[in-house]
């Protein structure tokens, strides 16, 4: 990828110091193994937002998946469906409702959305999704504004791509890229673009026209009128305290995804693996909690499910693997993945990640 492109997967926000800290803190949790239990099958089958899936790690949403391999977010869809899991496809995407849940085939699906101020907009998506058959959908709450990204200036990513003398040669260097950002434009995000009002508004270019455009005046009293409007699964992405978990419960929400964007908006937010045992204490008999941000080893995964989580889903885990190789590196990365979250369960002595309890883990002594 040209270095731009790579910084913006890669980076967070400001210091980066809640990106680091996503992934770091799961070293302050250690698991407790109970030996002896017979490991000859390990299962890692569960339901997960009212969906089987073989096991509870889910593709998170990202937007923009064709910036890093031209083949996109279906290749990540068909990767995805592969290994059972759950595929979130986010409004930014650049392919659209329908192309997603044909790559994806039988995995179950869930759309992130972005409210936009034109209300008929989130309207169109709600009933393409059902159409489609998407089993959930999850409201992005962390994102009134951008987070500070400061490699993004740094390095000079825009979108569409903008020539900063710096960064030229970065991009020569990387034709294949550049021929599709240019000629093919397959780089367009083709949900928000489908809709008449938004071409108009998109001739600013795509990111000033979403920053124009995204609502931020969203407060509880969109969730109602969402839950109102939405049959399926409804899940909050972007939550970190009690608080606000249940007032999502409340709200009729189904699941929450504690989650800081994976280190890209707020700026010494916590870490979501230590958010996990407060919410799940207070609120498990409501809702269920999906695990998001740091995710990058099976211990993790396992970490984050014994403190209380129903799933895990992880954003750079995957892209990293998508940018590298496409399906067959995304196939490869949860091929790693999952047979660290099998080893682990293994030595743990914990054959089944449905007995997966606080009894697996402590907080570092
Ligand atoms: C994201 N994320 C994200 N989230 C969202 O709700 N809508 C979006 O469009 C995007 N786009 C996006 C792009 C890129 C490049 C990244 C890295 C992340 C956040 C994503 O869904 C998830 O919360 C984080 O990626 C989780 O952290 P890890 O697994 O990357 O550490």
């Given at each position: 990828m040209p270095e731009p492109v790579f910084h913006y997967l890669d980076g967070g926000a400001d210091d980066e110091v809640t990106l680091r800290r996503n992934t770091n803190?799961?070293?302050?949790y250690e698991l407790l193994p109970s030996q002896?239990?017979?490991?000859s099958v390990i299962r890692t089958s569960t339901t997960v937002l009212g969906r089987d899936v073989d096991w509870p790690v889910m593709i998170a949403p990202t937007g923009a998946s064709r910036l890093f391999h031209g083949d996109g977010e279906p290749a990540v869809a068909r990767a995805a469906s592969q290994f059972g899991m759950f595929y979130g496809l986010s409004?930014?995407?650049?392919?659209?409702i329908e192309d997603a849940a044909a790559a994806a085939g039988s995995t179950p699906l869930m759309y992130q959305l972005y409210v936009f101020k034109d209300r008929a907009l989130t309207e169109e998506w709600l009933a393409r999704c059902e159409a489609a058959g998407y089993a959930a959908l999850a409201l992005t709450v962390d994102t009134p504004v951008a987070g500070n990204r400061e490699r993004d200036f740094v390095y000079g990513f825009s979108a569409p791509p903008r020539s900063r003398l710096r960064q030229v040669a970065s991009f020569l260097r990387h034709p294949g890229w550049l021929a599709r950002a240019l000629?093919?434009?397959?780089?367009?995000?083709v949900n928000v673009t489908s809709s008449e009002a938004a071409a108009a508004g998109l001739e600013a270019g795509a990111r000033t026209y979403i920053e124009r455009e995204?609502?931020?005046?969203?407060?509880?009293d969109d969730v109602e009128w969402l839950r109102d409007k939405w049959r399926g699964k409804l899940v909050i992405k972007g939550v970190q305290t009690v608080a606000d978990c249940r007032r999502a419960a409340d709200s009729g929400?189904?699941?929450?995804?504690?989650?800081?964007?994976g280190g890209r908006?707020?700026?010494?937010?916590?870490?979501p693996v230590d958010c996990i045992a407060p919410i799940a204490d207070a609120l498990r008999d409501r809702l269920e909690i999906i695990c998001d941000g740091g995710i990058r080893r099976g211990n993790h995964v396992v970490k984050a499910l014994a403190l209380g989580a129903n799933a895990c889903s992880i954003g750079r885990g995957y892209l990293y693997a998508l940018a590298a190789g496409g399906q067959p590196g995304v196939e490869r990365a949860l091929t790693l993945l999952r047979a660290e979250v099998e080893r682990t369960l293994a030595l743990l002595g914990?054959?089944?990640?449905?007995?997966?309890?606080?009894?697996y883990v402590q907080r570092r002594l």
């Open positions: 803190a799961f070293d302050e002896l239990s017979d490991s409004t930014l995407g650049t392919t659209t000629i093919r434009k397959d780089l367009d995000m995204l609502e931020r005046s969203l407060t509880w929400v189904d699941a929450v995804m504690i989650s800081n964007h908006q707020l700026e010494s937010a916590p870490a914990c054959n089944d990640v449905k007995n997966l309890g606080p009894h």
